[in-house]
């Protein structure tokens, strides 16, 4: 059942974003945007420490990964639940409730003595986590005008490009100098700043709505996301136990992840498939936990199927390229962290300026080269070989960057413009979580085809030839979404039901802008 696009209540009762001054515009969107640096900065911390952990712990490669997987679990878990959350409570209350977990989280692991209470405090970390980015996305679409949108959205895709880049770069020079414990402390000062001027500072811009919560569909969220990314999750490790990349184990434990996968897999695809029925269900009469409706609007699915492609082949590449490095071209764990550092800064530098194209011009000018730049050279990462020089892979990687760059502030901005307000919650929530998703099977693909062509003997994790067959099924994959690419429209966003024409203050109906 449609929702009218205006009801009298709104008639009558201005919106809370309407009531904010331009100088608390300003600090609501810099304490979310530096929020949301230090939350997806300390996403990536762990994956340099891994062998610290199995050091000090004295723990399986496969354990210690549980760093990493409780905290991905937890994001596809939470994140489908953040469009409810972002309806039902206020901007400050949910901001503070959320920063206090992270900052909790980050407490229980600087002092954490055992590795059971550390993956608790990962947990605790990414229900944080889970909820800012969201509720980024959702303020930016209530406070900025529309023909700004692609530039502050530019300024967000700048924290998520760069934030995961410095991650491991930084983790690497934590534990250079200090011990594991530090990985932690050194988020604390960050993170309780960001608490205490939200807490003072921020203020309501959310239209809140009297929505119960399904429990059915939590219950259901729950096996199907968290399924879906552990069994995607299992294969990855199954796929670098294969290759040697895990702990010592043999045959037996390297079929152990694959088999769990599996079944993960499994037991996510049926519970995904009843809660989208349940989802159905309840937007009849709008009380969906995560509404479904978003998918109508033909420019929000384009944008999800081409951000689902294009994350799979950043978190891919982010994790292969690393392992080629160090395993292949036999450089050391630093030049492999080095490699990737300059594509995100150029695309985190770039991905403003990108925002003001857009803001003038539209996606397509910037969508058609963005794709064709990301094919063209996932190809050339193709023909990798054992004599490739490090600069050359630098080089590439900086073009898979800049292609990622022009592709993702314009389908964001683009696919939640096509959104009516009432569905942005919902819209930010699915764009989390299909990004969670999309990363974890990127690199569940990447790792298991390049064990699965070219198992490695000795100590090696990853092979010549299983590098380039993993950047061959990127590259297919990247080639294969053109044709999405070519029916991006531009979506100017402030319609009721996104794509229709905007009325005036007359009342006429503005006339479509053409975009060149």
Known sequence: MATAPHSPESATTPSPSSTVTDAQRRVVLGV???????????????????????????????AAQWLTTAFMLTLAVVIPITGYLLQRFSTRALFVTAMTLFTTGTLMGALAPVFELLVVARVVQASGTAIVMPMLFTTVFALVAPERRGQVIGTVSTVIAVAPAVGPSLSGLILSF????????????????????????????????????????????????????????????????????????????????????????AVGVV??????????????RDAALLDLRTFGQRQ?????????????????????????????????????????????????????????????????????PGIALMATTLWVMSM??????????????????????????????????????????????????VQQVAGAAGIALFLSVAAAVAPPTGD??????????????????????????L?????????????APVPTEAGAAAAPVQEP
């Open 32 to 62: 979310l945007i530096g929020s949301a640096f230090v939350v997806i900065l300390n996403e990536t911390l762990m994956g340099v420490a891994i062998p610290r952990f199995i050091e000090v712990f004295g723990i399986t490669a496969t």
């Open 178 to 265: 200090a011990d594991w414990h530090w990985l932690f402390i050194t988020m604390l000062p960050l993170t309780t700043t960001a608490l205490i001027i939200g807490a003072v500072r921020m203020v309501d811009v959310s239209e809140r709505r009297g929505t119960r919560l399904d429990v059915l569909s939590v219950l259901l969220s729950i096996p199907g996301f968290g399924g879906l990314v552990l069994g995607l999750a299992q294969l990855g490790e199954g796929g670098r136990a294969e290759s040697g990349g895990s702990a010592s184990g043999g045959e037996s434990t390297a079929a152990d992840p694959v088999v769990t996968g599996i079944i993960a897999l």
């Open 271 to 284: 519970a995904l498939a009843l809660f989208v029925l349940r989802q159905l269900r309840l937007q009849r």
């Open 300 to 368: 929000f699915a384009l944008s999800i199927g081409i951000i689902t492609v294009a994350s799979m082949a950043l978190f891919g590449a982010i994790i292969i390229i690393p392992l080629y490095v160090q395993e292949v071209l036999g450089a050391s764990p630093l030049v492999s962290g080095l490699i990737i550092l300059p594509g995100a800064l150029l695309q985190g530098l770039l991905a403003p300026i990108i925002g003001r194209r857009y803001d003038r011009v539209g996606p397509r000018s910037l969508v058609i």
């Open 384 to 433: 990798f070989s054992e004599a490739t020089p490090i600069w050359f892979v630098a080089i590439a990687n900086i073009g898979v960057s800049l292609g990622l760059a022009l592709l993702f502030t314009p389908l964001l901005t683009n696919g939640l413009a096509a959104l009516r307000p009432q569905l942005n919650p919902h819209g930010s929530a699915i764009v989390g979580t």
């Open 460 to 485: 090696a994790s990853i092979t010549g030839d299983g590098v380039r067959a993993a950047f061959t099924v990127a590259a297919v994959l990247a080639t294969a979404i053109i044709p999405l690419v």
């Open 487 to 499: 029916l991006v429209r531009w979506e100017r966003g402030g319609s009721p039901r996104g794509g």
